[in-house]
């Protein structure tokens, strides 16, 4: 078994987001911007990955499910979301764009700049329109809330707040905001605001206060120092009786609009809970119906229910914390013993170590051989890598980023390795979402927009041949994000956006069927080398299996869905995120998630809500006869964590790539300096 | 002059817990009223004095709380199971109500017109208890039945800070372990909320107490990991929500908001009091040095005053704008009195481990402390587990210039000692350090004692030290060789002594200083202290020496021991044998200094009784079985300013000092012979409320002009001041100026009123010296010359003086004597009035 660790480096802070319509977009430093989907218990759907050149400082949804971003580089860029990519970018003409709101009814574009002015845009389809600028006054406008009835804007600027007529375009009230501070030199920075349907301003200072204004009358209202150090990001909820706050420290508030006295209708803002999931700055909150999102410099993304607006314990009521993409990053060459690494701009191969010895469970060997970096693959241009991949022999490794798609022959030659670029790749339409070679390693598989998969074939001697492009009968206008081909490389199963799975016969280039869909997003699938038959995963962590030959749900399949899955394995976190098989024994399938490594024996009963699920360690003190009894069909193993990537080398031979989440915190910028008592 | 020879009677004269509730401001922010062991007591808030006891109930006194509908009235309640309505202006028993089950807290809300609500033990069950609201009859007459009770909350706790009741009365709150229920009267609907149970990482999750916001719907909850809870919307059963305040380390004692509602105080073993403005974690104020933990925080319904009550028996008064106003303070009470009682000798004053580290100079006739000195000089930390330096052991000399004390620190291995030397400064007033000694003893200090010799000179003075490394060690004043000293001399080391390697364990010089009686384990050795030869040696097997003392005046020759095995021994100096011995397990024996007596305490079968011997007699001079329910640690006899006439035979061993005993729960008790009536009647107390007027333009003014007026009086002569002698009587006083319904029948006045027009010197009249076989001519002489001046006086007393009428009118001598003789007689003639 060798063991191994990904040296992923990412800086992924986190920026604003909003849900809309059960979905979450959220943007990291990178450029990045993920959209969770919360029906889909919480998966991240949707990955456009970043740009070196393109920071987001500002997120928002407008005109039905159109996404906007906006960024330091002063452009308003628009979303594809079907195809994962940017559709357009306008110039926003204000210098760097610190914030943008786009207004209740979805028409028009606020955005704040660098220059201190606020400027309109009309979203218009195919586009956005220049509309006109508001009042200018100096200071960069940090950020913007339109007023629920689209009536005014207020604007968070330094040391003060400005709440602008829309139709006037004129600065009708001024506020500043460190007036009440005693002897301050200390400039006070407006990092967030909100307007409400009320007529209050609701601002977040780097004060660590959070104020109501009254914008009529310019005067303060209430305010609560909820930290010593900033409050960065602030969000109130759609009924408006609660706000969520985002400090420096990693801690972040609520504040409830709260009855004085019962029956009264005097109410009064309280902050009431605490929560501290992160350990850096809060960058981004968002505030759901029924829970609170926070995301931080830490790159973590924690979905905190609100348990009074749950009606019952479950998955839903649990805490979330996502570390981790849902996505594979890591490809396997399993012949090769070979390991690619994906990195936002590089790829990484390594070989494995190895060792002659034999060992007891539980025991680590010492290695023979180290494991040895090859290649590093560096991607040009300011773009990030979409997807890679290694072949099963390990010669061949394709990439894909936005604009460019890239094959590479690799060379051993004793411990010397030679990389060399195929040219003509044949023009695709890019970008490829997802890349697989066939088990024989002579044709490579690229997913594609619109539920297409082109089909390439290798040819020795470093060259390559576009050979078909698969298509769904019906059309499909999203992108394929998953591919899994047989080990007799007779089929192909293709997962697009939509979440259809189409299987294509790839002897007649044809479709082959669609497997009946099911709402939920699939995270993993795989097709049994034997049996032919498709297991997928989905998110709300349900199990299927579909014999492609008999285009039907297999009898063990059915006996799952009849019996049901273990609640435990039910509420789980995060989706499994990828599968394989064990070709010595047919009936185990091999599955994983972030925090467990799974064997999921077929030929087993399946466990009873009342049997325990992660049962191993118990089964090892229990008698021989016993143990026989308890056995049910899920092995569970803990010991890897958090795994990023398992897979079957040969019959006794597992990858487990782990990544520390240590590593990974070292690598963050220091946090705000505490004093804790007793320390 | 004495009456009837009364019983002994065991009376509590302070130091009692005032934890049993919250403390009350009366409305006017005036007085603070406490509970107070079985008392009630009333202090001054202005000058921090005692006015008024108010005692009556049975047992602990659980819950003070002022009559909503009158201020002036105040309802106690106890464990005796009987709620006590107060005029507490004039310290008068208005109402007793008997409820009939043990009674833990009370609670009386403005919007309940006639009942008041209590926690009572839960019929048939251990460890539940139950909050009740009990309707108060308005029946006539002083005793009433008060039976009729409704539960209101099941399974709340036993202490009165887990309950409180909310705006207007409108719903309570009450807090056991982790749970919180609160009970809404109007819609009758209970909600019950639940903090995760069990330990977190934080630690014990616990509620402790419980505050309702007074205006708004907001309860606060202290727990015991120092975290402070508000509970908002706890009208909905899901939609609740709370917000948390954190600074306490430790256990949040108790909570209380102000009557505004926008602050809220919190005080907890840090012994800080933090103020939280607008319920927010970063908007806090403290006052920090309250000297121990806090107990409960009261605030004035005026909100110009809070006090906070420390588990040591202090009570602090703060300004509203969190400053330290006032302290009162009793006997402070210490975890472990390890220092016994001693005497000052200069001021009289017990002196005993006060704060953690000081020693206390406790006044006992003004209950107050004098004054507190820093022994062990170090920070003290307010932190449960801390081994940290005390005060253990503490000797005076005999006219109280040097002052010994022992510190130590409790380590397993090797535990840290200090011997101090202290100096008494005439200059300063008060002790400075002259000597320390650093690990006087390998190990720890078991007793030390000064060699008493009133009359010999200070270089003769020296200490004897004992312990438990099995050698007693004598020490004495050497000239300072050090120029650089400032002081002439210090002390060392003189002599080391042992015997047979055993253990010393007490120490005790004989009256004269020339014998020094050292007790190993089982033996007591008596030693010459000028030569350092072992005299002799006595033993009473079996069982370890516990105390030794030697006897006094007339019984010089005896030496006393108390052994492990419950004997006391006495033995003969002169003949060196056993001269008798009892079987008595004896807890404390304590000679007093001023004549032949010993006082033993023996602790058996769970009472404690008295025994009061001469050594020379094994018979006992008095006995008392069961005088208090707690066990006896310590006693002292305090000697009398001027010795007591005493009547009987039995009781003269009281004359020339008084004997005070401190029980386990700290309360310090004294055998009085004054009967009830006379101890209750407020000498003095009375007047300490009128002048407590506050200082108004118009009172100083007024003062002004009364100054004026009584310097003419002065000019005018004497006769005022006879006049004002009269008024000044306390019993006059009181009987002018109580209000008629609340006076006591006329019989009982009668004694009390013509007491006072005796001139105040009893028991000197001739008649007197007659009656009293005993008494010593020398005094007799003294009594008369004194009572010619009074005579004097009493002539020259012409103005008469209203209401009095023409009782007072110049009493000749023997007027006065008809009148006693009257008296003693019969005086219910005079109740037909």
Partial sequence: ??????????????????????????????????????????????????????????????????LFGAGLGGEITEYDLSRLCVARSVDGGGGPI????????????????????????????????????????????????????????????????????????????????NYHVHKVKRECIVWSIAFLSSGTVVTSDSFGRVQFWDWERGTLLESHTVSTSAVLSLSVSEKEDSIVVGTSTGATYQFQLLPVKIGSLEKRWVRTKPFQHHTHDVRAVAHSSTALISGGLDAQLVIRPLMEKMQKKGYEAALRKFTFPHRRLVSCARKARLLLF????????????????????????????????????????????????????????????????HLYQVQYEGDSVSVKKVPKVPKLLLPAYQLQFSADSDSLFIASARGS???????????????????????????????????????????????????????????????????????????????????????????????????????????????????????????????????????????????????????????????????????????????????????????????????????????????????????????IQQKKFGT | MVAPVAALRVVRCGGSSLHGARAVFSTDSKYLLCASGDFVKMYSVATEETLRVMGGHADLVTGIQLNPHNHMQLYSSSLDGSIKL????????????????????????????????????????????????????????????????????????????????????????SVKEVNLQ??????????????????????????????????????????????????????????????????????????????????????????????????????KDFLPRLGSAIEYISMASDGALCCTLHTDNRITIVNSNLRFAKSIQGLIKTANVKTGLVVDPRTKALVLNGEPGHLQFYCLQSDQQLFSLDIVQRQYIHQAGLNQADLVKVAFSAQGKWLATVEEREEVTDPELQLKLWFYDEETQSFKLNTRIN??????????????????????????????????????????????????????????????????????????????????????????????????????????????????????????GATDYGFLCCWNLLSCALEWSAHLNVVVLQPDPLSEHIAAVSWLSKESSLFVFKPNEPRPIYIQRNICREKIQLAAFVPRDEPETIGSEKYLWLRRSQLFFLTDAQELMTLSMKSLQERLTPSSKQLAVEENLPMTPFSLLLGKHRRQQSQENIDL??????????????????????????????????????????????????????????????????????????????????????????????????QEKELRRIRKTDYSWISAF
């Fill in chain 1, 1 to 66: 078994m060798g063991e191994f660790e990904v040296h992923r480096v990412r800086f992924f802070g986190l920026v604003p987001a909003g849900p809309r319509g059960g979905r979450l977009a959220l943007a990291r430093t990178d450029g990045a911007v993920e959209i969770y989907n919360f029906a889909a218990n919480y998966f991240q759907e949707k990955v456009i990955p970043g740009n070196e050149a393109r920071s987001v400082e500002a997120l928002c949804w407008a005109a039905g499910d159109r």
């Fill in chain 1, 342 to 405: 994906q990195f936002s701009q590089h790829l990484e191969l390594w070989r494995l170590g190895s060792t002659n010895e034999t060992g007891k469970d539980g025991e680590v060997l010492p290695l023979c051989r180290m494991p040895e970096h090859l290649v590093q693959l560096k991607s040009k241009g300011p773009e990030h890598i979409y997807c890679s991949c290694v072949s099963p022999c390990g010669s061949w490794v394709a990439y894909s980023t936005a604009s460019r798609f």
């Fill in chain 1, 98 to 177: 610190w914030s943008m709101a786009a207004n209740s009814s979805g028409t028009q574009l606020a955005i704040g700049c660098e220059d201190g002015s606020v400027k309109l845009f009309q979203i218009v389809p195919g586009g956005i329109q220049f509309e006109r600028n508001l009042d200018r006054r100096k200071g960069r406008i940090l950020c913007l809330s339109w007023h629920p009835l689209d009536t005014h804007i207020a604007a968070g600027s330094i040391d003060i707040l400005r709440v602008f007529h829309v139709s006037s375009g004129q600065t009708v009230q001024r506020i500043m905001v």
């Fill in chain 2, 717 to 814: 002569g004497k006769i005022i001041v006879c006049n004002k002698r009269e008024q000044d009587s306390p019993a006059v006083k009181e009987l002018l100026h109580t209000p008629a319904h609340v006076l006591p029948s006329a019989s009982f006045l009668c004694p009390v009123f013509i007491d006072s027009l005796l001139i105040s010197k009893e028991n000197k009249s001739a008649e007197e010296v007659a009656d009293e076989v005993e008494m010593e001519s020398e005094r007799t002489e003294d009594d008369s010359d004194e009572e010619g001046d009074v005579t004097e006086m009493e002539q020259e007393d012409t103005s008469p003086v209203e209401l009095l009428g023409e009782m007072t009118y110049k009493l000749s001598k023997s």
């Fill in chain 2, 439 to 560: 690990m006087p003893h390998e190990d720890h200090i078991t007793d030390m004692c000064f060699r008493d010799m009133d009359e010999l000179e200070d270089d003769s003075l020296i200490l004897v030290t004992t312990g438990r490394d099995r050698v007693f060690k004598v020490w004495a004043m050497v000239e300072d060789t050090d120029p650089e000293a400032q002081q002439s001399v210090s002390w060392s080391c003189d002599f080391v002594g042992s015997y047979h390697n055993y253990q010393a364990t007490n120490c005790c010089f004989s009256e004269d200083g020339s014998l020094l009686a050292v007790s190993f384990e089982e033996t007591v050795t008596v030693w010459d202290s000028v030569t350092w030869d072992l005299k002799c040696t006595f033993c009473h097997p079996p069982g370890k020496i516990r105390n030794i003392c030697f006897g006094r005046l007339t019984c010089s020759k005896y030496l006393i």
């Fill in chain 2, 182 to 283: 609160v009970y809404f009267f109007k819609q009758k609907q209970l909600n019950r909320f639940s903090v995760s149970a069990g330990k977190t990482k934080s630690g014990n999750n616990r509620f402790t107490c419980v505050a309702c916001h007074p205006t708004e719907d907001c309860i606060a909850t202290g727990h015991a990991d120092g975290k402070i809870r508000l509970w908002r919307n706890f009208c909905h059963k899901k939609e609740y929500t709370f917000s948390t305040l954190h600074w306490h380390h430790d256990t949040v004692m108790d909570l209380a908001f102000s009557v505004e509602g926008t602050c809220l105080l919190s005080g907890g073993v840090e012994s800080v009091l933090v103020l939280w403005r607008n319920e927010s974690n970063c908007q």
């Fill in chain 2, 86 to 173: 107060w005029d507490f202006m004039d310290g008068i028993p208005i109402k007793t109500f008997a409820v009939g089950s043990k009674l833990l807290a009370l609670y009386a809300l403005a919007s309940f017109e006639d009942s008041v609500f209590v926690v009572i033990p839960k019929g048939g069950e251990r460890d539940t208890f139950q909050l009740v609201s009990v309707k108060l009859t308005k029946a006539a007459g002083q005793d009433l039945e008060a039976k009729e009770l409704s539960v209101v909350l099941d399974g709340v706790d036993a202490s009165p800070k887990c309950i409180a009741f909310g705006r207007e009365g409108e719903y309570v709150a």
């Fill in chain 1, 453 to 671: 998969v082109h089909v390439l074939q290798l040819l020795e001697p470093g060259g390559c041949k576009h050979l078909h492009t698969l298509q769904p009968p019906s059309g499909c206008p999203e992108a394929v994000y998953l591919l899994a081909v047989s080990a007799d490389g007779h089929w192909l199963a293709a997962v697009s956006g939509d979440w259809a799975i189409h299987i294509y016969n790839l002897k007649c280039f044809k479709h082959h069927c669609t497997v009946p869909t099911y709402n939920c997003a699939v995270t993993a699938l795989a097709i049994h080398p034997i049996t032919n038959n498709l297991v997928i995963a989905y998110s709300d962590q349900q199990l299927f299996e579909f014999s492609i030959p008999e285009k039907q749900y297999t009898a063990w399949s059915r006996t799952v869905q009849n019996h049901g899955l273990h609640k435990l394995w039910l509420e789980r976190d995060s989706p499994i995120t990828h599968i394989t098989f064990n070709p010595k024994n047919p009936s185990h399938i091999l599955l994983h998630d972030i925090y467990m490594f799974c064997v999921l024996d077929k030929s087993l009963p399946l466990p009873d809500n009342s049997a325990l699920l992660m049962n191993q360690s118990t089964l090892k003190q229990l008698p021989e006869t016993a143990r026989q009894r308890q056995l049910h069909a899920f092995k569970i193993c803990k010991k890897f964590q958090p795994l990023l990537f398992a897979d079957l080398l040969d019959e006794n031979c597992l990858v487990m790539v782990e990544r520390p989440i240590m590593d990974f915190k070292t690598q963050l910028p220091l946090p």
